[in-house]
């Protein structure tokens, strides 16, 4: 059996100033005694309270009587399935023994081999017009008691914030009180010391998701992890199994020292290797991990593919079924032969039953930050194992403090959904796929949650790996001036999910991109990446320029692509290399191994804000009406954002560092500048 029930983290005793090492208090908060002390949203892990709406954990004790919604086709079907016979109804429930009379008062059941089936009643047939459709009933009868879910599953309470959340997409308020955020530091304070730490990663936005500060609380060996989302990277599970294992394990061994058998990549939604999953899990383990990052949804399927795998478990087993088709068959015509359900059919009954389980069983799921509130404890009683769902961290204050005002700019929960889904890597951001060509100068708005600028005298091919649309504007300039417009240009509203003012973009952060040499993937958090790869020679070394909303973090790395499929190497057969417009042709393939080498990926460098924070150049768009900027204040910004990126390279590496237009940047100095 698979039980779970939230635990309330007593936050009081915080006040009583004990140490974390001193594990006596914490693991008397995480009893069981505890758990079952307080009765806690199974959803979201929130204590529960019936009385104060505005408060979170509030629920409604008792639902107001409500008239039960039934469908025209079930008032016909019971009219009619009232007035059958005894024997008729037998029928109906699969009990063949129908009595026959013998005399007055014998009764003898007819044999199986000599079963007579009784006529129904002629004239209730002919009360339906087509006898097909008194089959299918049956088989939707039949088939909602084969999708009824354990009592168990259908018990537990959730909050009124959940329910809205879960069953109408209603974020009715996006604040820190009903969507709290915390930090690496305040949650895993929260874990015995002694107990088990899973790490779950977000493979979407990988490494963002990975916050070294884990091992300050936990030794490498301690901690394992559990790679999400792998089906955005990998068409199969054989291929992620191979490329997706290697790639994740050498980096974590390398950048930190985890063993190689502590790291496991995984599909949450698609339940690859979930098997072995159950086996790699360790009792009373918490799992842990950035917001967005899966973890609900591994401990949904982790309860799916136990509940799937129980002996004797099935839907209904293949002698039954086509038991069941024929006893239909015969009741609605005598003589017909039955047609066992086609293996397409099995597999839509299979997933009507995934997705209630899905809905109904396990902790709440959402797009949106901050909906685990509190530890949520799930007894696994069939592997005798424990764990706990944790509240997501994100990596920083700035996150905390501004996170929720991103997500109140999004008007319609569809979009918010929509973005955080991702995409299939292996087929927007492989060499083969398909690129926008952006030229120097111009800028590109994802619905307006950001703006990427790039330089002049440049070309880029842009590949596309976030789950929405962007839109090429001429100038950073026009790009703010239609933002704050959508009214004078409506044929631009359908661009953009966020709606401006001059206040909204007044919060921008404006993040130059270190100076790269080849391509590269720009990373938004939880969201996906941008491949950005220069093309043709470059007139100058200006920097491309990121502006950001308050709460909303991002980076490069090398393409991702490189280390999860077999890349060209540049050499031929031989190991001669090739020149440029022979690689595609004669290049040998080979899987790139990372060894910590050199950086993988880089910070951004903040771009120094006026007295207002507000960043210079987004000051001046403001103004300028969609004007490009004249040549002296162009030159301006770019020759301060050269100084910037050497003073910000020089305190990052410890040494003096000089960047400008006479720069060169190649394989033995791009890294000069990146800072992980």
Not at 178 to 207: G, M
Request: glycine content about 6%; hydrophobic content about 35%.
């Amino acid at each position: 059996m698979v039980s779970y029930r939230a635990v309330g983290i007593a936050r009081g005793f915080a006040s009583l100033g004990f140490r974390r090492y001193n594990s006596t208090l914490q693991t008397a908060i995480t009893s069981s005694l505890l758990t079952n002390l307080f009765p806690s949203c199974k959803s979201c892990g929130v204590r529960l309270q019936s009385v104060d709406p505005k408060k979170p954990g509030y629920y409604l004790l008792e639902e107001k009587p409500q008239k039960k919604f039934v469908k025209k086709e079930d008032e016909v079907f019971e009219k009619f399935a009232k007035e059958l016979s005894l024997e008729d109804k037998k029928l109906l429930v699969n009990d063949f023994t129908v009595p026959v009379s013998k005399g007055k008062d014998k009764e003898t059941s007819v044999p199986e081999s000599e079963k007579v089936v009784n006529e129904i009643n002629p004239q209730l047939l002919n009360n339906f017009e087509n006898k097909a459709y008194f089959a299918s009933e049956l088989k939707k009868a039949s088939q909602k008691e084969r999708l009824k879910l354990e009592e168990k599953h259908t018990n537990s309470i959730e909050c009124i914030r959940c329910r809205d959340a879960t069953y109408r997409s209603n974020f009715k308020e996006v604040s820190k009180e009903e969507y709290p955020l915390e930090t690496l530091d305040s949650i895993v304070t929260k874990i015995p010391p002694h107990e088990r730490v899973i790490y779950i990663i977000n493979a979407q936005d990988f490494p963002m998701s990975l916050n070294p500060k884990i091992f300050q609380y936990r030794s490498p060996q301690e901690v394992k992890f559990i790679v999400n989302k792998a089906d955005l990277l990998f068409k199969a599970k054989t291929v992620s199994a191979k490329y997706g294992q290697t790639f994740f394990s050498d980096y974590l061994f390398h950048k930190y020292r985890v063993p190689k058998e502590n790291v496991m990549v995984v599909s949450g939604v698609n339940y690859w290797d979930f098997n072995k999953l159950l086996n790699f899990i360790d009792d009373n383990s918490y799992l842990i991990g950035n917001v967005n990052s899966g973890k609900s949804t591994i401990i949904k399927s982790i309860l799916y593919t136990i509940d799937k795998s129980k002996k004797g478990k099935k839907l209904l087993s293949s002698r039954d079924r086509t038991k069941l088709e024929k006893e239909q068959d015969v009741l609605i015509n005598r003589g017909r032969s039955s047609r066992p359900l086609s293996s397409g059919e099995k597999k839509k009954e299979q997933k009507r039953y995934e997705e209630l389980f899905r809905a109904k069983v396990g902790p709440g799921v959402s797009y949106m930050p901050g909906f685990t509130r509190g530890f949520i404890q799930i007894d696994l009683e069939e592997l005798d194992k424990t764990i706990y769902d944790v509240p997501g961290f994100v990596n920083t204050q700035n996150q905390i403090a501004h996170h929720h005002e991103i997500y109140s700019l999004i008007e319609s929960p569809k979009i918010l959904k929509q973005i955080h889904k991702g995409v299939k890597v292996y087929d927007k951001g492989f060499y083969t796929s398909k690129y926008e060509t952006v030229k120097g100068g111009r800028c590109i708005s994802m619905g307006g949650l950001f703006y990427l600028n790039f330089p002049q005298g440049s070309m880029f091919q842009v590949r596309n790996c976030i789950n929405a649309d962007f839109h090429l504007f001429n100038n950073f300039s026009k790009a703010v001036n239609v933002s704050l417009n959508l009214d004078k240009f409506p044929g631009m509203v359908t661009k953009f999910f966020i709606h401006h003012n001059e206040k909204s973009l007044s919060q921008y952060r404006r993040y130059i991109i270190p100076p790269f040499y080849g391509s590269i993937d720009l990373v938004i958090q939880n969201l996906g990446h941008l491949n950005i790869k220069p093309t043709g020679k470059r007139a100058s070394n200006e920097p491309l320029i990121l502006h950001l909303p308050l709460g909303l973090e991002a980076s490069i790395r090398l393409p991702i692509t490189n280390y999860i499929a077999k890349t060209f190497t540049g050499r031929d057969a031989k190991g001669n290399p090739l020149r440029k417009e022979h690689i595609v042709s004669k290049s040998v393939l080979a899987l790139q191994r990372y060894a910590a080498k050199y950086p993988f990926y880089s910070n951004l460098i903040n771009s120094v804000a006026n007295k207002e924070g507000i960043s210079e150049e987004m000051a001046l768009s403001l103004k300028q009406n969609g004007d490009p900027f004249d040549d002296e204040t162009y030159n301006k910004l770019v020759n301060e954002d050269y100084a910037r990126i050497s003073e910000w390279a020089s305190i990052g590496k410890g040494m003096r560092l000089s960047y400008d237009n006479n720069t060169v940047i190649d394989e033995r100095n791009k890294f000069d500048f990146w800072i992980e």
